[in-house]
């Protein structure tokens, strides 16, 4: 796990604080960590191969420790707006009669959706960006 965040519950009733460790390093790792007494954790860190940067994030809040994470990460991107939507596939869908056929039922059902999906039965003999000769003579 690259990113390890903490809450840290204070005695005597002082406010929680966050803070975040972030160690980037895309190969096989392995970490451990071991309670002590009264001197805190110890802990051991093996990987195969790598860099060892690694960045502390002070928070105070959780909010603030991702905000910080993002700074050095930067912010997800938005998915492409058609990922979004609902998506109708099934197996085989015989020829562009039937495509058209779920189309408009789909519509007499009042169902939205977004995306129709055509498996591998719609091409040529199974080949990428064709279309099967009968099945599909005039796919537009």
Request: glycine content about 6%; aromatic content about 16%; charged content about 20%.
């Amino acid at each position: 796990v690259p990113l390890v965040t903490a809450i840290h519950r204070w005695p005597k009733g002082d406010p929680s604080t966050a803070s975040g460790f972030f160690f980037p390093n895309p190969s096989e790792g392995f970490v451990q960590v071991d309670p002590t007494t009264n001197e805190g954790s110890k802990t051991w860190w093996l990987f195969e191969s790598g860099v060892l940067d690694a960045f502390m994030f002070a928070g105070p809040t959780p909010q603030a420790v991702l905000e910080q994470y993002h700074t050095v990460t930067g912010w997800a991107r938005l998915p492409p707006i058609s990922t979004l939507g609902k998506h109708q596939s099934r197996w085989n869908y015989v020829d562009t009669a039937d495509s058209i056929g779920i189309n408009t039922k789909f519509d007499q059902h009042d169902i939205p959706y977004d995306v129709l999906w055509l498996d591998i039965e719609h091409t040529d003999a199974k080949k990428y960006f064709t279309w099967h000769p009968t099945h599909f003579a005039k796919p537009d």
